[in-house]
């Protein structure tokens, strides 16, 4: 089984930067495609960013693009999201999750395993 912890989330102001990592406990990892995704309070989880296997493929939701930035560095069984010019409507919990088919999906019921979430908080 498949154990991911995010870390890096936290207060900020609205512009600032926040990188969110995800550590995979297992070597599968490696041949995992990687989603992050996003819950804020009272609304259902949003598709963030996914990456694929072996980062060749990258995907991002619209209100992230050109904003976030996903990569992975499979010798540290980590993926990582960049986030920069942080907006308020950013704000929730983000989790990172596991697709062992490699696809990247958009769609959570795609992913097989998933971390606890860390909260990023913007401020106005």
């Known amino acids: 089984q498949v154990q991911l912890v995010e870390s890096g989330g936290g207060l900020v102001q609205a512009g600032g930067s926040l990188r969110l990592s995800c550590t995979a406990s297992?070597?599968?990892?490696?041949?995992?495609?990687m989603g992050w995704f996003r819950q804020a309070p009272g609304k259902e989880r949003d598709f963030v960013s996914a990456i694929s296997w072996n980062g060749g493929r990258t995907n991002y939701a619209n209100s992230v693009k050109g904003r976030f930035t996903i990569s992975r560095d499979n010798a540290k069984n980590t993926v990582y999201l960049q986030m920069n010019t942080l907006k308020p409507e950013d704000t929730a919990v983000y989790y990172c999750?596991?697709?062992?088919?490699?696809?990247?999906?958009?769609?959570?019921?795609?992913?097989?395993?998933w971390g606890q979430g860390t909260q990023v908080t913007v401020s106005s």
């Open positions: 999750a596991a697709d062992l088919t490699g696809l990247g999906s958009t769609q959570t019921d795609e992913y097989d395993y």
């Open positions: 297992e070597l599968t990892f490696r041949r995992c495609a």
